[in-house]
C-alpha cells in the first residue's frame, strides 16, 4: 500500500509541475528581437557577425527574454545588408555555412524559441543567374523572369526609385533591376524557395525550418512598375497559400512601403499575417496623448482577428531612438509602450542597450545608413572578442562611429546596473510574461481627464492590467473613475491604486486590477 501511495503522490506531484509549467507557457507572449546578424557577435576573427556568433549569443537573448529572433536576408550578396541577391539558395559565406544555419535553427527551436527569415526576392543583381543568362538572350529559360526596357532583353529595367544600379560603402558598385512577379515561373520559384527554408530536408517536423517570413518592400503595385499591378492576389496571395501547405503555422509578415498605410488590405487581399504597426510607433515617439490613443484603436482594435500588428520604435531603416531622445526616462517610457500596449513587440538589436546611430550624407552609398547599422556594443571598452567591426576603417562612418568607451552604452555597464536601460527592457519583459493580460490580452483605452497621462487596460478573461504613463515633464494628477479597492503598482510598490493619482514625471505604473 505505502509503495501505490507513493506512487500516487509522485504522479500529483508531477501533474503539479506540468500544470505549473503548463500556465507559464501559456502566459507568454511573442516578444521578437530583430537583429542585423552582420552587426551582432563574431565567432571566427574576420568582423562579420555570424550564423555562429549569434548562436553563441542565444543564452543572452533568453536572459533579455525574447522569444523570438527576426534576421536580416541571409542568402549571398554584394550588399552589406544583403538585400538584392546574387543568390537566393546560398547562405552569403561571410555568415557561415547552410550546415551552420541549419544548427542554429535547430539550437533555437530546442530553446522554445521562433526564427524569421528575410525575404526581398522582388529584385536581383547582375551576378545573379537570371540576369546573366537573359540578358541579351531572348532564347534564355529566364527570359521572362526580368522585367526589360528594350524589346531585345538588352537593358534591364529599372529597380525602386528608377535606379540601375546602387553604389557600396566599399566602392563598388552593384547592378541591379526588378523580377517580373507576373511570370507564372517565378511564382512556382518562389514557392519552392520558401518552401526549402520551412522544410530543408522535407521530413515534415519543422525542426530545421524557419517559424515565419518578412517580406520586405511588398506592395501591391510595385515600385510603379506598368506591369506590376494586382501583385497581393496575383502573386502574394498564391504563394502564401502553397506555402501554408507545407506548415499551416508559418507567420508571414510584410514591410509596407507606404509608411503612412496601416496594412489592412495586406491583410485582406494578400492574406499575410502581420504588419509592422508604423502608425503606432509615430505616436509613441511623439508623446502626445491624442495620437497614442487614435491609433492605438485603429491598429490595436480594428486588426482582424487572427493578424497582428508588430510594434516596434527601432529598425534598420530608422535613426536610433536614443539618438534622436537623450532622455533616459523617456527612453524608458516609449520601451513600456511599446512591451505593454499590445500587438507583437519587436525590438531591434542594441535598443535595449540605449545605442546610438543616425543615417548621414558623408557621400552618395550605402553607408550612409552604417550608423544605424553599427556592431552592438558588447563592452565598456568599446572593444573586444566578437567586436563585429565589418566597416572598420571603410570611411566616415567609421571614424565618427557611436561607440565609445566607458560611455554607460554597452552591455557590459549595463547588466550590472539595477537602473540601466537593459535592466528595465529585462524587467518590463518579465512582468508582461508573467500575466496573462499582458502577453495576450486585449487593448481597451481608460479614459481620465490629465492632459498628458495615456492610460489603457490588458484584459484577458479575468485578469485585468491598467496602465498609466506621464508622457510629460511635469507632474500629472488623474481620476481613476472605476475605482473600488486599492492595487499595488508592479513597478513603484510603495504605490497604491487610489480614486486620486498623483504621477511624477515620466511616471510608469502597472496596477492589476482585482
Request: glycine fraction near 6%; aromatic fraction near 12%.
Amino acid at each position: 500500500m505505502k509503495k501505490y501511495l507513493l506512487l500516487a503522490l509522485l504522479l500529483a506531484s508531477i501533474s503539479l509541475i506540468w500544470a505549473q509549467n503548463k500556465n507559464t507557457q501559456t502566459a507568454k507572449g511573442e516578444v521578437i528581437y530583430h537583429v542585423c546578424q552582420r552587426s551582432f557577435y563574431d565567432s571566427n576573427g574576420d568582423l562579420n557577425g555570424d550564423l555562429n556568433g549569434l548562436r553563441q549569443k542565444l543564452d543572452y537573448l533568453q536572459e533579455l527574454g525574447v522569444t523570438s529572433i527576426m534576421l536580416l536576408p541571409l542568402y549571398e550578396a554584394d550588399c552589406y545588408h544583403n538585400y538584392f541577391a546574387n543568390d537566393f539558395e546560398k547562405i552569403d559565406p561571410e555568415f557561415g555555412t547552410m550546415e551552420e544555419y541549419i544548427a542554429l535553427v535547430k539550437d533555437v527551436h530546442r530553446r522554445g524559441m521562433k526564427i524569421y527569415m528575410d525575404m526581398e526576392t522582388q529584385y536581383v543583381t547582375a551576378k545573379h543567374d537570371w540576369w546573366k543568362d537573359a540578358v541579351g538572350n531572348l532564347k534564355s529559360e529566364y527570359s521572362d523572369y526580368l522585367l526589360f526596357d528594350d524589346a531585345e532583353h538588352k537593358m534591364p529595367a529599372t529597380m525602386v526609385f528608377d535606379l540601375r544600379e546602387l553604389k557600396s560603402y566599399d566602392g563598388s558598385v552593384v547592378k541591379v533591376t526588378t523580377v517580373n512577379l507576373k511570370s507564372p515561373k517565378v511564382l512556382d520559384y518562389n514557392i519552392r524557395l520558401f518552401s526549402f527554408f520551412i522544410d530543408p530536408n522535407k521530413d515534415g517536423k519543422f525542426d530545421d525550418g524557419v517559424d515565419g517570413f518578412r517580406l520586405d518592400h511588398a506592395m501591391d503595385h510595385l515600385d510603379g512598375k506598368p506591369t506590376l499591378t494586382n501583385l497581393f492576389t496575383e502573386f502574394w496571395k498564391p504563394l502564401i497559400a502553397e506555402i501554408k501547405k507545407v506548415n499551416p503555422k508559418i507567420n508571414i509578415v510584410a514591410e509596407q512601403a507606404d509608411w503612412n498605410d496601416y496594412g489592412f488590405d495586406y491583410f485582406e487581399k494578400a492574406t499575410v499575417d502581420r504588419m509592422f504597426g508604423f502608425g503606432l510607433k509615430q505616436a509613441i515617439l511623439s508623446f502626445d496623448k491624442k495620437q497614442l490613443i487614435q491609433n492605438a484603436d485603429i491598429l490595436l482594435t480594428k486588426t482582424p482577428k487572427g493578424k497582428d500588428q508588430l510594434l516596434f520604435i527601432e529598425n534598420h531603416d530608422l535613426d536610433r531612438f536614443a539618438s534622436l531622445e537623450p532622455n533616459f526616462k523617456k527612453q524608458k517610457v516609449a520601451a513600456a509602450l511599446m512591451l505593454l500596449i499590445g500587438g507583437i513587440p519587436s525590438i531591434y538589436y542594441g535598443q535595449e542597450i540605449g545605442m546610438q546611430g543616425k543615417a548621414n550624407s558623408y557621400s552618395n552609398t550605402d553607408g550612409n545608413d552604417i550608423g544605424r547599422r553599427e556592431a552592438f556594443d558588447w563592452y565598456q571598452s568599446g572593444e573586444g572578442k566578437g567586436m563585429a567591426f565589418w566597416y572598420k576603417n571603410t570611411g566616415d562612418w567609421w571614424t565618427n562611429k557611436n561607440q565609445k568607451s566607458n560611455d554607460g552604452i554597452s552591455l557590459k555597464e549595463q547588466i550590472k546596473d539595477p537602473n540601466s536601460l537593459f535592466n528595465f527592457y529585462k524587467k518590463i519583459i518579465s512582468i508582461k510574461q508573467s500575466n496573462i493580460a499582458l502577453a495576450k490580452g486585449r487593448y481597451e483605452n481608460f479614459q481620465n481627464n490629465a492632459d498628458s497621462v495615456f492610460s489603457f487596460y490588458r484584459k484577458e478573461g479575468n485578469n485585468t492590467i491598467l496602465i498609466a504613463v506621464n508622457l510629460s515633464d511635469s507632474i500629472q494628477e488623474f481620476v481613476y473613475s472605476d475605482f473600488k479597492n486599492s492595487t499595488i503598482d508592479i513597478l513603484n510598490p510603495k504605490q497604491q491604486l487610489q480614486k486620486t493619482n498623483v504621477m511624477q514625471p515620466f511616471q510608469i505604473s502597472i496596477w492589476k486590477i482585482e
